[in-house]
Structure formats: C-alpha cells, structure tokens
C-alpha cells in the first residue's frame, strides 16, 4: 500500500478549497537530491493532482533547496515555502493556493491597500517550527505583501529542514524574520 503526503480526507477538505481558485496557478518546485526534495515533489504532485486549475512543475530556479513557489500561471512565484508546510503551517499554504489566483483575502479594503502601497522590493525568509502557533500570521501577513507586490517574496522556512542555516543564524526562536538577509 503506498503511503502518501495527505491523507484522503485532508485530500477531501483540500479539493473543496482548490474548487475556489480564481484562476490557473502553478507551483514551483526546486529540488535536490535529499529525501527532503521527495517529499515536497510529492506534496506538490498530490496538490496538483487535485485540480485542472494546478499544475506542477519541478524546474524552478529558486536558490533554496528543496523548497517551491506558488504562482499565477505564466508568472514568477513571489510566495515560497522551504520545507512542508504541515502543521499550522497547512493553512498558510492553502491561503497561498487561494489569493495567488485571485481569491480576495479576509483582510480590509483598508488593509489591502496599505499592502498595496508598500510599493517594496524585498525577500522576506521567515523561520517557522511546524508546532509554533503564532508562525502562520507571520507567514500569511507576509504571503499577502509578495501577492501585492510584484516586487517582493516571502519565504515560510521550516527550521527542521534547515537546521543548518538555523545554527548559523543563531535562530533560537520563532517565528524570526529577516528583510533582505538582515
């Protein structure tokens, strides 16, 4: 019996979520060789396989492997996760799914166009432990900045999966967030 990334009722919940999409999107994925690259081309191959409106692709460029993006078919992605984001982090990841296509977020008129007038160029990597309960805010608020602004991306990193760059960064807790490497 093969043993899969979501399980059918999470598949269930999920293809209902993806029967919104606004429009094509496509995610992303850069890989590698480690055991860790196989389970994201397998989380993103099952998301796929759940909607005509998803496709999977396995050559992107980003420098950060195993990771994939999220983008509007035809575009850059500019919303990246760095590992798998279960946990907290599974709606984060469907939120992506949705207003990358178009779907309007939960937010105000106010909000969006605040987001929208940042007019930023920058990469935001925000750290992440899959158990943090205070990480998805962090990672939706800042998904939702690179939606809104062709020139920024956001990066959801699970520390687990990056527990190298972790140690480096002298990263003791999270969620940490970092602009621009700083």
């Not at 907290?88 to 949705?98: M, R, Y």
């Not at 432990?129 to 990193?157: F, K, R």
Request: charged letters at 25%; hydrophobic letters at 45%.
């Amino acid at each position: 019996m093969e043993k899969y990334m979501l399980d059918q009722n999470i598949k269930t919940q999920l293809k209902a979520y993806l029967e919104r999409l606004e429009s094509p999107i496509e995610l992303v994925a850069a890989l590698d060789e480690s055991d860790k690259a196989a389970k994201i081309k397998e989380l993103v191959t099952e998301i796929a396989e759940l909607s005509d409106q998803v496709t999977a692709r396995f050559d992107g460029s980003n420098a950060r492997r195993p990771s994939f993006g999220v983008a509007k078919a035809g575009e850059q992605p500019r919303v990246f996760f760095a590992g798998l984001p279960m946990g907290h982090e599974f709606t984060s990841l469907i939120l992506a799914l949705l207003q990358v296509s178009g779907y309007a977020p939960k937010v105000s008129d106010e909000v969006l166009n605040q987001i929208k007038g940042l007019n930023l160029k920058s990469n935001f990597d925000v750290f992440v432990s899959l158990s943090c309960h205070n990480c998805p805010d962090v990672v939706q608020a800042l998904n939702l900045i690179a939606i809104y602004n062709p020139n920024a991306t956001a990066t959801m990193i699970d520390g687990g999966f990056f527990q190298e760059e972790v140690e480096e960064r002298k990263i003791l807790a999270v969620p940490m967030l970092f602009q621009d490497n700083q």
